[in-house]
């Protein structure tokens, strides 16, 4: 592999396992709005295009208006920005890769479809010694993945080529996100979509731990 200098990593099911907390959540904001609740799993199909994306999908198929997706974002909003990190945690060798991708000298970032607020918590919370180029969530009038915009974004702040960037995520929007933007992709599975998915979508190596990872750059 040729050498890379810049690591840019999806969050919800690749550095953190968020899917309780997201999925307790968006259920206390559906029945809070009389309608029904979801399992925990089903979540895993309903994350990864952002906020309103995931709620419309957790609607009922007559009920996925406007409307009801504001009415829900706000309950929705208000009780994860307190309760998200009640289950969450960083799945395993996590805190070790991006440590040791910093020890090397390799600049990391994060590019997510969760909203700026809660993107920059749970980035704080949970890897507070890793000092990231950018951490970049859903913000306004900013295209949110699979469109390339926030991976071009942190290449200028980088100043690093796509060719020297690797794009690491769970889902088939994050190998999109990836090939839209000319670097090169890592598919994870111990996230929340399976193997099949990131391979339909093009990701040019999966992996199924953090060590993986390492091998690779190491190459």
Do not use: C
């Amino acid at each position: 592999m040729q050498s890379k200098k810049l690591v840019i990593f999806d969050l919800d099911g690749t550095l953190l396992n968020t899917i309780s907390d997201l999925a307790h959540s968006a259920n206390y904001a559906l029945e809070k709005n009389g309608f029904p609740r979801h399992p925990i799993e089903a979540y895993k199909y309903f994350v990864g295009n952002g906020i309103n994306k995931l709620l419309e999908r957790a609607l009922p198929d007559h009920e996925k208006t406007e409307k009801n997706i504001l009415n829900i974002r706000n309950v929705f909003q208000s009780y994860y920005d307190t309760h998200n990190m009640e289950y969450t945690e960083p799945y395993e060798g996590i805190p070790e890769l991006l440590n040791s991708l910093q020890s090397k000298g390799i600049k990391i970032a994060v590019a997510s479809n969760k909203y700026q607020k809660a993107t920059e918590k749970l980035i704080s919370r949970y890897f507070s010694e890793i000092k990231f180029i950018a951490v970049f969530g859903q913000r306004e009038g900013i295209p949110i993945k699979p469109d390339p915009a926030v991976v071009l974004e942190i290449l200028e702040i980088a100043g690093i080529p796509a060719t020297e960037t690797i794009y690491i995520g769970d889902s088939g929007v994050d190998m999109q996100t990836a090939s839209n933007s000319g670097v090169m992709s890592i598919g994870v599975t111990w996230g929340f979509r399976p193997r099949s998915e990131l391979e339909a979508f093009g990701a040019v190596h999966i992996v199924d731990s953090t060590k993986e990872i390492l091998r690779l750059m190491d190459r």
